[in-house]
């Protein structure tokens, strides 16, 4: 086997440049899921979910009894939309103005969302969202593409 010094010196450095990036997303990542949703348990949050928590459960995503609900829920959604970044609402263009470990979240947040409601669907959950949130069939078929990498496309699966 010939030694390349330059190239492996190289190749090396590289690889520790790209952990030291991916470390930085990971970082951002688990203090995303640490502190995700944490608004929620403040009074002006709290006060308006606790009223409609459990219908929620019940109701079926994007169904006319669920759009009433998110109507009582208005008070403590805006409250929450404007303090969580992971949420499309937070933004004034909504998942364009978002990044990718802002969309990571909210992915992880539609996955745990749909194991909450009746008959949770998260590829049905993102092909509704398309039309809710207006994005393009590029970036649905990326958060596609994710749920499938990540095996969340399983509806019998609970996380």
Not at 31 to 57: E, M, P, T, W
Not at 68 to 91: G, S
Not at 105 to 113: C, F, G, N, R, Y
Request: with cysteine; glycine share 2%; net charge negative.
């Amino acid at each position: 086997m010939e030694d390349f010094p330059n190239t492996n010196n190289e190749t090396r450095k590289h690889i520790l440049s790209v952990c030291e990036n991916i470390n930085k997303y990971i970082h951002d990542l688990l203090n995303r899921g640490i502190n995700h949703d944490a608004s929620k348990l403040n009074y002006n949050q709290a006060s308006v979910f606790d009223k409609c928590i459990n219908r929620l459960h019940d109701a079926e995503y994007n169904s006319e009894e669920y759009k009433q609900l998110l109507k009582e829920l208005q008070p403590a959604l805006i409250h929450h939309y404007k303090l969580n970044d992971h949420h499309p609402e937070h933004f004034d263009n909504g998942i364009q103005d978002m990044n990718m470990l802002q969309m990571l979240e909210m992915l992880a947040d539609w996955k745990a969302s749909c194991s909450r409601v009746k008959d949770g669907d998260i590829i049905k959950s993102i092909e509704i969202n398309q039309n809710r949130f207006n994005y393009s069939d590029d970036i649905k078929n990326l958060l596609i593409n994710t749920v499938k990498y990540m095996n969340w496309d399983n509806k019998n699966e609970n996380v």
